[in-house]
Structures are given as structure tokens and as C-alpha cells.
């Protein structure tokens, strides 16, 4: 499903330059579960917005679903974005002014999907995320852990076959967090391939190979035997 | 999809409501002013268009020229439409009118006074597109002593009763039938009347000149027919003036010239000096104020739009995560902009509504946004709305929707270099608008309270001039002086064909040893005129009451023994139709306008057709009902007469009405301006301080003082608007030098003007900056980490 070589990233300001991804090579299979980890700064998130298509490489191939995308413009990206990527980010990254039903709907409405087709998948996964009686609240009347819940329905609401998690516990006390983890659990076992970036040990401990990152490099790749 | 964007523009404006409604307020505002002005601007171009074949239809102006003298006048003999319409096929008809005058109607004792009686040939009301409410167009003002009232004055004669066969008395003495009633004249007509008088009744008066030899006093119009060639009509135009009048004029040195000028050309254009009172300068400038407010209210929009935009960067980050296109976005901030700029809209139709009646008391007019017929109005309003919305939305949408979703979510794109530019460029550019029109609002005010105050070389305050309206009255002038004289807190009165200050008409006459006539003005006065107008003689002596037995004795003014007299000008001698001797010098007054340098003017004792007004000074303790003492004096003379008085400082200013209104307008609008642009200010003080947030926080964990932080902001304000000052100084002084060469007396424009109009700005942006700098300066230092 994704193939990345040699990715590169850097960052040019007027006088510094900063390498946040250096020669990155690796495959993902579909249906994998693949945490990435690494202290600050090692160049995770960056990697998470290039294989979401959210970014560029500066040089380097990533094919994604067969495609190469490294030098694709905004549009092409964008529309392989929104009929295969979902995201789920730290901040859950809702948009205040709409309300839960309103923010899970929005890619469908991207997608230029029917109205009463989107009001039908919209109410069904809201009640697969057990969220569908906050649907009409907003998103600063939910708790944490359910603006989360939030974003990975918005995340799956257009079937995607892969969906990025950026330090998706990040901002959730433990038992919020082990929720949201299973939702993403159950997605793979469902088989959405699952790429999700964490510090989080135990959050790592779900996915079926972590990839560590030091300085922009890959140091470590380690494939466990069975899911957790 | 609409539906989405739909929620989102309203629960994003529900949430910054404050900023909404600036938003809002401001472009509704500067709409409201652009409607205003454009309406007031189309109706000035509007002028006698009105009528059906208004094309076709051109006054006939003479011009004058020796080597003097060269000007335009409309107010011609009467013989020269006939003579056009007997030597030209071009010409299909005419129609002549005199100028308005005062006269006093009376029916069975009741009497009504009127400022607008006029004569009309008898094919006006087919000439012309005026309607008639009662009566024949083809022979209402047919025949002698035919008289057409309008319908407000037949009802304040008769009231319910026919008016149709009653007959009725002009001016006390003259019997006239009333033959038709007509409509009101629109009032986007050169020619107003509330009466109309058969002209064919001139021609049985014998004093009157009615040939081309004289009775400069019949404005002609003419038709032309579809196949009129002007380079044609020109050509024969010299044989024919030769003819008709230049071979009786030669040797006298005078020639005249003939010009046609377009009926719809009359109002604003009018190369004569007796145009009916519109401007182009003046029109110009008010659609310049219009564009000017109408810009600061985009640039305002525009400004608020892009710190809208920039709040929303997280939003917009998101939606292109979750698949929107650019053009996507585009669409939906755009169409935000328009339905945001069309709530406005339809604000400022609600604003213009409520503002009209008192605008129309402002500016003398009828308008009305929906007239009957006009739809440029509303088609150019909805068309500068959606371009309004438009333009302020385009340049949010495509800034906004450039950056790469990765920047907005990180909040790159507010930290990005230069991210302030684009506002504070609109910001100065909006202030600039406003300052120039301040400054232009003050040049202007301060030309007109110089001209106020300028002293006219005759009395202004306690002096009434008491109009003498029919033969009766001029035949009673010293009898209703003593009766004034009696009158406790009268000190003077003295009688006169013209008052001084609006500009007295001219006449040919031979200076001693001229062999050749020039046109000089004149102003017939009795013995005690110049005192009771406080004006000097410098040398020789006054009138007395000898000389009104003597009416070969005259006095001349300081200008016209500069211009025509070599060495004393006692005793030298005029010529016109007789000798008269200068028995005195009069220190120069101003008897025009300050639009004109004092002329040479000779004064006389023989009025050619009565005196019209009697000039009346009172004390200045005279109190509030000297008006009455008078009125009371004038019924005990003439009983039958109307008493008709105006004050000398009213009567002044009606030299200056184009220049008032456009005081008045400019004021108001520039208050717009001013509130329009500051509400940009504050918009763009509220965006850029609270994307400093950041920044003043961490400077203030470093140690910097809440009172240094505000100062520091206020001088990043301040140096926008001194470049707004500075960018207006020459624009200001370009223009303004323009208008004031309007005047031959007039005011300096110094730096001062344009200092403190800099200092005036700087404190209203001191005050709506101040206050989000204070704030903004509090900051506590843990939200910072917050934000962070």
C-alpha cells in the first residue's frame, strides 16, 4: 500500500537548514497497524504529514496505492486524500463552529455525497462510536475523550483503507486514551490499515510493528509476532 | 454544500459578533453614503432631460465681445427667435421665457405672493414637456393677459373653486384671466415657474424694447430639426448676425456672436454667469467623495475579511486535511464576503431610508432611491455590492487557501513574514481617504467663514431690504421711507433698483474720451442709499436731493477711476444717451459675489423703471419686532400691497449656496469617512494585537512593563497614520488650490491646516487603539503557555 525511498525532508529558513527526514526507506502492507516512535523533534510527524499526503518530500519516491505522489500538486493530493485517508490528530483539530454531526459529515460533503446518504452513514457511525447523542453539541461542550471519539468517526466516515493517528492519546487521561485505542484497534481488525505516530509505549503495544526514528532515520524496525 | 457553508458564515459571525457588526456597520455605512451622494450626483445629470425631445432642444445665448469685454449671456433680445426661425430651415421652433421674478397676485382681497412668475410664449406647453392639469396646450397662453397658475398656487388663490375664467389682479394694478392650471415643474428643471404669463401681452407695452436693439431680458429656446448641421448652421450664422444686428454695431466696436447650448447642458454646464445654480465642479466632486467613502467602506471590508480569515487559518487547515479542494475554498470565502456584503446592502437601503428626508432638507431636493423610471440606481447598486463582496473576499480566499494544510494547522501561516502588510497597507490607504477629506472639509469651511466675515465695504447686519413690488409701491417710495424714518430704531432708508452683494447688470457706456462703448455695471440709486448702506465717498460729494431733479450727475467707485479715468475725476463725463458728470468717487464695495473682483461700476439717480427695493438700517438695539414696526409702516401706506422684507446677510448668501451645500454634504460624509475608517483601525489594531498575543507575553516574562508595551504599540499605529497624512497633503493641496481659484478672495492653504488635522487623527487613533493595546498589554503571562 505505501512505499517510501529515500524520503527526505528539509526545512530551509533564510540562513538555517534543518533535515527533519534523511533517506527513509520502508513498505507498508495494507492492513498493517504500524505505530512510530521517537523522541521530539526525530522527524515522526513529519513523515505522518508526507504519508498523508499533507506534505511533500523535498526529494526521494513515495508511492502510495500505486500511485507516486511525491511530486503530485495540491489537487491531485487532495483527492486521493479525501477518498483514502482519514486522520485523527493530539489536538483532535474539530472545527468549533459545527456541531459533532456537522464535523463527521464534512468529508462526505467534500465527497459530494448525497444528502440523505450522508445524513444515513453520518448517524451510523456516530452510534458505532457510541457519540450519536452528542450529536448535535459542539465540540467545546464534549470532553476530551470525546472530541476524540469525534475525530476518529470523522477519521472513518469516508471508509478510508488507511488512517493516520498523530499522538491520538496525547491530550486524553488513560482511560479516555485505552477507549480511543481500542476504536483504532477494531478498525484494523476490520482492515483499515492503521499508521499511527506516539510516544506512548503502551499505545505502541497495539500495533503490529513500530518503526523508531532518531534524527530523521530510521533505527529500528521491530515486527511482533501476534496483536496484542 | 451550501447548506454547510451556510451554518458556518453564521455561527462564525454569531461568534465574533463585535467584529460582525463593525463589519457590517461600516460597509452599510459607506454604501448608504455612496447612495446618497449618487442619487444626489444623477439627479444633477438628470436636469431637463425630462423633457421628450430635450436632444433636440438648445438655448440661445449672445455673446458680447469688444476689447474689453467677451462674455456669454442667455438673457437676450426677443426678436431673435423669430428672426432664427424666419432664416434657418434647421430651426423648427422656438419658445421664449423671461426670468423668474417677484409678483403679488390678488383675488377678492386675498393676496399671494410669488417668487416665480414668468413670461411664456404660447407653444410652451407644446415646446416644452410641462403638463397641464387644466386647460389647452395649444392655447392656455394664447392672447393678451392669458395667465397659467400651477395647482399649489390656485388652490392658495381659490382654494376649492374653478380657477378655469376668474380673473385676477398681478402686482395690484394689472387684470389677467386665468386660462390654465399647470403641474408643478420637476424640480429637475432649469425652468421653474408658478406662473405663467401670455408672452404676446409684452408686445402691447410700448417702453418695452421687443427688436434686437435692446430688452435683453428673453431666454430663447429653439428646435432643431433632425437634420441640423452644425458646421452648416455655423456658416451662415456671421451673414445672419451681420444683417439682424454687427452692421448697426460698427464702428461701435462691439460684435455679437451667437451659441447654441444643449438643453441638458444648461444645468451644470452653462458657459453664461446666470446658469441655474448646478456645478459640474461641484459634481465632480461630490462622485469623487462617493468613490472615496465607498473605497475606505471596501478597504475596511477587505481588512476585516483577511483578520477573519487568518482567526479561521486553523479551520481552513482542517477542511483541506479532510479533502476540500482550493477552489472549494475559494467558493466558500467568497460567497461568505458577497452574503455578508449583501446583509449590508440591505442594511444601507434600511440607513438610506431612514437618512432621506433629512438629506433632501440638506441638499434642496426630492430624491428618492426608488424614482419611478430609474433603474441605473438600483442596477448600479446591486452591481457594486456583488463587486464590493467580490473583491474584498477574493484576495482572504486565495491568501488563505495557498497555504499548505501542514502551515495553517501549525499556525505557520499567521507567523509567516510580512503576514501584516496587505491590512496596514489598506489601512493606510483608508485613512489617507479619510484625512484628505478632512482636510478638504476645513479649507473649505475656513474659505467660506472668510467670505462670511469679509468685509463687503457696505453694511451687512441690520439692514432689510423691502422689496417694491408694483408700480403702486414704486410710485410711493419717499412716502413709505418717512413712514419707515418714524419707525422707533430705523436709522436710514434709501431706495435702489438692485441690493449690492449678488452682482447689478451692465450697460454700454462711453467714458470720456472713449469713442467706442464698454460694458460697465451700474447701479441706480436715490440721495440717501450710500448712507444708509454705510458705504463712503472718498471724493466729490454724495447724491442729494437736488439731483434727483438733475438726473445728469453721478457718481463712479474707486475701480472705475483706475480703469477709465487718467487724471481727477470730478467732473469728467459718461456717455449714454446723454451726458452725465461724476460729481463723486465711492470707496470700492463688493456689489457681486467674492467669486468676482470689484469691477468698475457707475451709480445713478435714474432708476429706468422705478426703484425695486428700499434698503432700511436699523439700530442694533432695535430689537426682534422692527420687522413688525415696518410691516406695521408699510400696510399704513399700502394696504393692498404685500410686505416682502429680506435681510442683507440672507440675501448675501445666496451667492454662496452651491458652496454651502457642498459644506454640508462635505461635512457629513467626511464624519462617515472618518467613523468608517476608524472602525478599520480598530479592526486591524484587534487582529494584529491579538496575533501578538504571543510575542507581548513572552516579552513581558522578560521583563518589559505593561505601560512600555502599549506605548510600543500605539507608536506602530501612530507612524500609520502619519504615512496616511503625509499621502494626503498633495492631493489635497492640488484640488483645494483648484477650488479656491474659484474665488478672487481668498484664504492660504498653510501647513497648519494639515498639522492639525495629523494631530486630530493621531488622538482618534490614540483613543480606539489605546484601549485593545491596553488589554492586550495586560496579557497574563499564563495564557501564553496556554496558547502555546
Redesign the interface.
Known amino acids: 500500500m505505501i512505499k517510501a525511498e529515500k524520503l527526505t525532508k528539509i526545512f530551509r529558513t533564510d540562513e538555517v537548514e534543518t533535515t527533519a527526514l534523511n533517506a527513509v526507506s520502508f513498505e507498508i502492507k495494507e492492513g498493517e497497524f504500524v505505530a512510530i516512535m521517537g523522541p521530539s523533534g526525530c522527524g515522526k510527524s513529519t513523515l505522518l504529514?508526507i504519508l498523508?499526503l499533507?506534505?511533500n518530500p523535498t526529494s526521494g519516491t513515495y508511492t502510495f496505492l500505486d500511485y507516486e505522489v511525491s511530486k503530485s500538486n495540491?489537487?491531485q493530493r487532495?483527492?486521493l486524500?479525501?477518498?483514502n485517508i482519514g486522520?485523527v490528530?493530539q489536538n483532535f483539530?474539530?472545527?468549533?463552529?459545527?456541531t459533532v454531526f456537522?464535523n463527521v459529515?464534512?468529508?462526505l460533503?467534500?465527497?459530494?455525497m448525497a444528502t440523505r446518504d450522508r445524513r444515513e452513514r453520518v448517524n451510523e457511525v456516530l452510534e458505532q462510536m457510541q457519540i450519536a447523542h452528542r450529536a448535535k453539541h459542539f465540540p467545546l461542550q464534549l470532553s476530551g475523550g470525546q472530541q476524540q471519539r469525534v475525530a476518529v468517526a470523522?477519521a472513518v466516515i469516508?471508509k478510508p483503507s488507511l488512517i493516520l493517528a498523530d499522538e491520538p492519546t496525547g491530550n486524553l487521561d488513560s482511560a479516555h486514551g485505552e477507549e480511543v485505542m481500542n476504536l483504532l484497534n477494531e478498525l484494523n481488525i476490520t482492515g483499515t490499515t492503521i499508521i499511527m505516530v506516539t510516544h506512548s509505549q503502551r499505545d505502541a503495544e497495539y500495533s503490529r510493528r513500530v518503526i523508531r526514528l532518531f534524527d530523521g532515520q530510521i533505527i529500528n524496525e521491530n515486527i511482533k509476532k501476534s496483536i496484542v | 454544500?451550501f447548506y454547510?457553508f451556510l451554518?458556518?458564515f453564521y455561527?462564525?459571525a454569531i461568534?465574533r459578533i463585535g467584529s460582525t457588526v463593525i463589519n457590517l456597520l461600516g460597509l452599510s455605512i459607506g454604501l448608504a453614503a455612496g447612495i446618497l451622494i449618487l442619487l444626489y450626483v444623477f439627479n444633477e445629470y438628470s436636469f431637463d432631460r425630462f423633457h421628450k425631445n430635450f436632444e433636440s432642444i438648445s438655448r440661445v445665448n449672445l455673446n458680447y465681445a469688444n476689447k474689453d469685454d467677451d462674455f456669454y449671456a442667455s438673457e437676450i433680445p426677443a426678436a431673435v427667435g423669430p428672426s432664427l426661425l424666419e432664416y434657418f430651415p434647421e430651426i423648427s421652433s422656438f419658445c421664449r421665457v423671461t426670468n423668474t421674478r417677484d409678483a403679488y397676485f390678488n383675488y377678492k382681497g386675498k393676496i399671494v405672493d410669488i417668487e416665480n412668475v414668468i413670461y411664456a410664449d404660447s407653444n410652451f406647453f407644446q415646446f416644452f414637456s410641462f403638463q397641464l392639469a387644466e386647460g389647452n396646450t395649444k392655447d392656455v397662453l394664447r392672447g393678451i393677459r392669458k395667465l397659467v397658475l400651477t395647482e399649489e398656487l390656485s388652490t392658495k388663490l381659490f382654494g376649492d373653486e374653478n380657477p378655469i375664467g376668474k380673473i385676477v389682479l398681478l402686482n395690484g394694478t394689472e387684470s389677467w384671466l386665468v386660462s390654465g392650471v399647470a403641474k408643478k415643474s420637476p424640480q429637475n428643471s432649469t425652468i421653474q415657474f408658478e406662473a405663467l404669463l401670455s408672452f404676446e401681452t409684452l408686445y402691447t407695452d410700448p417702453d418695452l424694447y421687443m427688436d434686437w436693439n435692446g430688452g435683453n431680458q428673453y431666454q430663447t429656446y429653439v428646435a432643431l430639426n433632425p437634420t441640423f448641421n452644425k458646421a452648416g448652421f455655423e456658416s451662415k450664422l456671421e451673414y445672419f448676425l451681420d444683417i439682424q444686428i454687427n452692421r448697426k454695431l460698427e464702428g461701435s466696436g462691439f460684435k455679437v456672436g451667437l451659441m447654441l447650448e444643449p438643453m441638458q447642458r444648461l444645468h451644470l454646464y452653462s458657459l453664461t454667469e446666470d446658469g441655474s445654480g448646478g456645478n459640474i465642479a461641484n459634481i465632480r466632486i461630490f462622485a469623487l467623495i462617493a468613490i472615496f467613502i465607498l473605497l475606505i467602506a471596501c478597504f475596511n471590508f477587505t481588512n476585516m475579511a483577511a483578520a477573519s480569515a487568518i482567526y479561521r487559518a486553523?479551520?481552513t487547515?482542517?477542511?483541506?486535511?479532510?479533502?476540500?479542494?482550493?477552489p472549494?475554498l475559494i467558493r466558500q470565502y467568497l460567497g461568505e464576503s458577497i452574503m455578508l456584503s449583501v446583509l449590508a446592502a440591505l442594511l444601507a437601503l434600511l440607513l438610506t431610508e431612514i437618512v432621506m428626508p433629512y438629506y433632501n432638507a440638506l441638499i434642496d431636493k426630492d430624491l428618492n432611491f426608488y424614482q419611478t423610471g430609474n433603474f441605473i440606481i438600483p442596477i448600479a447598486f446591486i452591481v457594486l455590492v456583488i463587486v464590493t463582496g467580490f473583491v474584498s473576499g477574493i484576495f482572504p480566499a486565495i491568501f488563505l487557501s495557498a497555504y499548505?494544510?501542514?502551515d495553517t494547522?501549525k499556525g505557520g501561516f499567521i507567523s509567516s513574514k510580512n503576514r501584516h502588510l496587505f491590512p496596514k497597507i489598506l489601512v493606510v490607504l483608508q485613512f489617507a481617504i479619510a484625512v484628505g477629506l478632512l482636510n478638504s472639509i476645513w479649507i473649505i469651511n475656513s474659505q467660506l467663514k472668510y467670505i462670511r466675515e469679509y468685509k463687503t465695504g457696505f453694511y451687512t447686519e441690520n439692514v432689510f431690504g423691502i422689496s417694491l413690488p408694483g408700480k403702486t409701491a414704486k410710485e410711493k417710495v419717499e412716502v413709505l421711507k418717512q413712514a419707515f424714518l418714524q419707525q422707533a430704531g430705523v436709522i436710514q432708508c434709501g431706495a435702489t433698483v438692485e441690493l449690492p452683494g449678488a452682482g447689478v447688470t451692465m450697460n454700454g457706456y462711453f467714458p470720456e474720451t472713449y469713442t467706442q462703448p464698454v460694458m460697465i455695471h451700474v447701479m441706480d440709486i436715490d440721495a440717501t442709499f450710500i448712507e444708509t448702506m454705510g458705504m463712503t465717498v472718498v471724493k466729490g460729494r454724495d447724491f442729494d436731493k437736488i439731483d434727483a431733479e438733475n438726473p445728469m450727475n453721478c457718481l463712479v467707485n474707486e475701480a472705475y477711476v483706475r480703469q477709465y479715468v487718467a487724471s481727477d475725476p470730478i467732473g469728467k463725463k459718461i456717455s449714454r444717451g446723454g451726458e452725465m458728470t461724476i460729481i463723486g468717487v465711492v470707496k470700492d464695495f463688493h456689489f457681486a459675489s467674492l467669486h468676482e473682483t470689484i469691477a468698475p461700476l457707475i451709480l445713478t439717480n435714474k432708476p429706468y423703471n422705478g426703484f425695486n427695493f428700499i434698503a432700511v438700517r436699523t439700530a442694533d438695539n432695535a430689537g426682534n419686532n422692527v420687522i413688525e414696526k415696518l410691516e406695521k409702516a408699510w400696510f399704513s401706506v399700502l394696504p393692498n400691497d404685500p410686505f416682502i422684507p429680506v435681510s442683507m446677510s440672507t440675501y448675501l448668501q445666496r451667492s454662496y449656496v452651491s458652496e454651502m451645500q457642498l459644506a454640508s454634504i462635505l461635512s457629513w460624509f467626511t464624519f462617515l469617512a472618518v467613523i468608517i475608517a476608524v472602525t478599520g483601525l480598530l479592526g486591524l489594531s484587534s487582529l494584529i494585537l491579538k496575533l501578538r498575543t504571543k510575542e507581548l507575553g513572552i516579552r513581558k516574562i522578560l521583563g518589559a512593563s505593561g505601560q512600555r508595551l502599549m506605548i510600543a504599540s500605539l507608536i506602530e499605529f501612530s507612524i500609520l497614520v502619519l504615512i496616511a497624512n503625509v499621502l494626503a497633503v498633495i492631493p489635497v493641496w492640488y484640488f483645494m488650490d483648484a477650488w479656491l481659484a474659484g474665488f478672487s478672495y481668498t484664504i492660504h492653504i498653510s501647513a497648519a491646516n494639515f498639522a492639525v488635522t495629523l494631530i486630530v487623527t493621531l488622538l482618534i487613533s490614540w483613543i480606539s487603539v489605546g484601549w485593545q493595546a491596553l488589554r492586550a498589554a495586560r496579557v497574563k503571562t499564563i495564557d501564553i503557555i496556554k496558547y502555546e
Do not use: W
Not at chain 1, 109 to 112: A, D, E, F
Not at chain 2, 317 to 326: N, S, Y
Open positions: 504529514n498523508g499533507l506534505d495540491e489537487r487532495a483527492n486524500r479525501k477518498h486522520f490528530f483539530n474539530l472545527i468549533d463552529e459545527l456537522e459529515e464534512l468529508p460533503i467534500y465527497l459530494n470523522r469516508a | 454544500m454547510s451554518i458556518t455561527r462564525n461568534r486553523r479551520e487547515g482542517i477542511r483541506k486535511v479532510l479533502g476540500a479542494t482550493r472549494t499548505q494544510p501542514v494547522l
